[in-house]
T-cell receptor, first 114, second 117 residues
């Protein structure tokens, strides 16, 4: 069965601190996709990244970076120099290659204080 | 990027009434759409997979007679909550899958907040 675990329920940091959100997944599929979404208070999901299981390269996009390690079934997300606008709930998700339905983790609520 | 809309954005209804929520892909065709439900402070849980022209596939524990899904066209799927009760109050989010050559993209709607009084 597929499962995504985000062990950190809430994280609170002070602005400009770096913060890493953890994501561990379980799947028997050899091909799959991993995602990160941001959900601000408005509720609308904001897509951040999709990673194919065959692509283990780490990715950086501005202040955001992702570390994908198949050996530990982890797909962690780091925000560098956090800002107040980063405050939101962040979800890690897993999908099968062609179905498209997503299995979401429990979410991590990030609070960045000025 | 592609856009998925939902209507209404929020709705308040009385217990026992039915509510219909629409999910539209505005600039692409979606053979498959998904309906998720999110209770306060919780994660998104898949309710059902909506397939154009065929019956929806419901996840275990979701009552298909209570949550009616109709995917009558390639750009529209509807979720009807029948005989709504306060425990159905939740945030309902749809997503639409855009099938491309060799891969797919998935886009989420902005969500519909349902309150049953």
């Amino acid at each position: 069965a597929q499962k995504v675990t985000q062990a950190q329920t809430e994280i609170s940091v002070v602005e400009k601190e770096d913060v890493t959100l953890d994501c561990v997944y379980e799947t028997r599929d050899t091909t799959y996709y991993l995602f990160w979404y941001k959900q601000p208070p408005s509720g609308e999901l904001v897509f951040l990244i999709r990673r194919n299981s065959f692509d283990e390269q780490n990715e950086i996009s501005g202040r955001y970076s992702w570390n994908f390690q198949k050996s530990t079934s982890s797909f962690n997300f780091t925000i560098t120099a956090s800002q107040v606008v980063d405050s939101a709930v962040y979800f890690c998700a897993l999908s099968e290659p062609w179905g498209g339905k997503l299995i979401f983790g429990q979410g991590t609520e990030l609070s960045v204080k000025p | 990027g592609a856009v998925v809309s939902q209507h209404p954005s929020w709705v308040i209804c009385k217990s026992g009434t039915s509510v219909k929520i629409e999910c539209r892909s505005l600039d692409f065709q979606a053979t498959t759409m998904f309906w998720y439900r999110q209770f306060p402070k919780q994660s998104l849980m898949l309710m059902a997979t909506s397939n154009e022209g065929s019956k929806a596939t419901y996840e275990q524990g979701v009552e298909k007679d209570k949550f009616l899904i109709n995917h009558a066209s390639l750009t529209l799927s509807t979720l009807t909550v029948t005989s709504a009760h306060p425990e159905d109050s939740s945030f309902y989010i749809c997503s639409a899958r855009w099938d491309r050559v060799g891969f797919y993209e998935q886009y989420f709607g902005p969500g519909t907040r349902l309150t049953v009084t």
